[in-house]
């Protein structure tokens, strides 16, 4: 369904505030507000700018997840139960905070027609209730780069078995890959997602050969060889060669001929490896990429969020730690869960390799391929766990009960402890931070938590921060009352295809914490306006920043009305909720509210 929207934002002054002076009700271009304070100021102002507000610059979050001896997550710890240590240094947790499963989201006001002679907000109407507010988003993201065929196909059942036992009403899923090449945005119509599931199939890297090579080098030996100069891993690479390009039969195997084959075998050894790295790499890229691109996606989603990562395992070398250690800070500053399942299930590893694997040459360095085989699928559930663990997630692995699996990957915690801390002294230089997490009491607690971060290259941007804090509370679904706010909203249907739909804010200023500068009384409130249609997808907001430089005798006059803050959405029938986030910059207090809206 097609939507247009409007930025269209309307100041409506009532009761004493009315009164102001013309020049206090003049809108000055936007920019930045000056320190000192004219004496013509005016009193309240309006401008379209990004709101700041002071944050912790360089704060690490680190969910945990305690579960007592029967597996059950506790909710009932307390900030000074923890102990977190940065580099086995003790550091001060300054910020504690436990999520807990969202109860069913409604909308606790609903839009009237603008004509309705009662006008203004209503309730809910119980006898005629909208559809369930989506509130949980759940991300499939399948692996197709490193899922084989038969793993995939198993893997596809089991996630089709899930979403028709239980999607509810209010949950919605997406479909994506880590090629790029099938993506379904979130929706609760089964049809849609198993269409998309189907077109999902096994993707070769451009940068791969066609057939197989000889020496037959993974990822994980490549890394060994290019990356580490492991001279051990290049011998079993140079063996296998010349296991695959003997001497001709008969021929007399001199010296020079066989130092001549070892160096053939060398250069070639070297050169596969490389070009397996150069693959691998992107390879990384691709599927690093997609999972910063769905954790971006689902941080525009109002209510939970959840990433399942189906694959068959990849691994994450040194050159894209860094990438991985920033998607997970995105992630958890988003409250995003990440859950991983081994596509694999019970697998084992053949050793040497299967009937198609060349023989390496009888003598030269029996053993060392099945050890890499082994150290290469042990090595490539790593990434899996440390996403799953580091954003408070699962990992499924070694099981082939994969419709169980995705069964338990679905369900989140029922209490997740985020713990705050900012490192001092922290120096940007991109090195790694073990993580220790400890429980006082009680004693016996199993814990899930993040194992570590990489310190970040330059310094965190406040701006930056305070944009994000701004869009967490916009695409939330907890109600806040901080700050006095009534939430009306109205529509307006000039023909059948075309409506306009007035969110209406209406502040009571009275409770804010305004600050005294030179006989002015100070106060920034940002106002944000956010609609999303059935599918929870966002579709537009609307922000306005109003400042405030209040006489002292405008305050004493401060109507219980205050000041209403209008804003204007076209677009066409069907359903919507609305998002409206209220803040103030002195006080930091924040009210945030759901609405409804059914246009027939």
């Not at 060669?241 to 001549?260: E, L, Q, T, V």
């Not at 999972?291 to 070398?317: D, H, K, Q, Y």
């Not at 085989?373 to 692995?397: H, I, K, P, Y």
Request: proline residues 7%.
């Amino acid at each position: 369904m097609a939507l247009r929207s409007r930025r269209l934002t309307d100041l409506v002054l009532l009761g004493a505030m009315a009164t102001l002076p013309a020049a206090a009700q003049t809108q000055p271009s936007a920019g930045a507000v000056p320190s000192a304070v004219p004496s013509n100021a005016p009193e309240l102002s309006t401008r379209d700018e990004t709101a700041t507000f002071r944050t912790g610059v360089n704060l690490v979050l680190v969910p945990v997840v305690a579960r007592d001896r029967e597996g059950r997550a506790l909710g009932t710890l307390a900030k000074d139960d923890f102990q977190l240590f940065d580099k086995n240094k003790a550091q001060v947790i300054t910020r504690f905070s436990v999520e807990t499963l969202a109860s069913p989201i409604t909308a606790s006001v609903t839009a009237t027609p603008q004509d309705d002679p009662a006008g203004g907000a209503q309730p809910a109407d119980p006898s005629k209730p909208l559809p369930p507010l989506p509130d949980r988003f759940i991300a499939y993201v399948f692996d197709d780069i490193h899922l084989a065929i038969g793993d995939l196909e198993q893997a596809r059942a089991a996630a089709e078995k899930q979403l028709s036992d239980s999607l509810t009403p209010a949950t919605r899923v997406g479909i994506f890959t880590t090629s790029g090449r099938v993506r379904q945005d979130f929706t609760n119509d089964r049809d849609l997602l198993f269409t998309a599931m189907n077109h999902i199939l096994p993707w070769t890297s451009p940068m791969r050969p066609g057939a197989q090579e000889c020496p037959d080098i993974d990822f994980y030996q490549a890394d060994l060889i290019y990356n580490k100069n492991d001279t051990q891993a290049l011998a079993a690479a140079v063996s296998e060669y010349i296991g695959c390009n003997p001497p001709p039969p008969g021929a007399s195997a001199s010296a020079a001929m066989m130092a001549a084959l070892q160096a053939q075998a060398e250069a070639v050894s070297r050169t596969t490896a490389e070009r397996v790295m150069n693959a691998g790499e992107y390879e990384n890229q691709l599927a690093l990429g997609v999972l910063e691109t769905v954790v971006r996606r689902l941080t525009a989603a109002p209510g939970s969020r959840n990433i399942v990562l189906i694959s068959g395992g990849f691994m994450v070398t040194l050159n894209y730690r860094l990438t991985e250690s920033e998607l997970i800070d995105r992630a958890i500053k988003a409250n995003v869960t990440i859950n991983s399942l081994d596509a694999r299930g019970l697998y084992t590893v053949v050793p040497g390799g299967d009937a198609s694997t060349p023989v390496a040459n009888p003598g030269t360095m029996p053993g060392f391929k099945s050890q890499y085989q082994l150290a290469s699928a042990t090595a490539n559930e790593d990434v899996m766990a440390e996403l799953a663990d580091a954003t408070a997630g699962s990992f499924f692995r070694h099981n082939n009960d994969l419709a169980g699996g995705f069964q338990k990957l679905t369900k989140q915690p029922e209490f997740i402890y985020v713990l705050g801390f900012s490192p001092q002294n922290l120096k940007y230089d991109g090195a790694y931070h073990g993580l220790k997490v400890v429980v006082k009491n009680p004693p016996g607690l199993s814990l899930q938590v993040r194992r570590g971060y990489y310190a970040p290259l330059h310094a965190a941007d406040p701006t930056e921060n305070a944009k994000a804090e701004v869009r967490e509370a916009l695409f939330s679904r907890d109600e806040q009352r901080d700050i006095p706010v009534d939430l009306n909203l109205q529509f307006f249907k000039s023909n059948e295809v075309n409506a306009k739909l007035s969110v209406i804010a209406r502040v009571d200023l009275r409770p804010l914490h305004f600050r005294k500068a030179e006989g002015r009384n100070l106060d920034t409130l940002t106002v944000v306006a956010g609609l999303f249609d059935s599918n929870g997808n966002y579709i537009s907001g609307i922000e306005k920043t109003v400042d405030m430089k209040l006489r002292d005798e405008t305050m004493q006059k401060l109507p219980t009305s205050g000041i209403s803050v209008k804003s204007n959405f076209d677009l066409m029938p069907g359903d919507y909720s609305v998002r409206l986030v209220v803040r103030d910059s002195e006080g930091q207090m924040m009210t945030a509210r759901n609405g409804a809206v059914r246009i027939p």
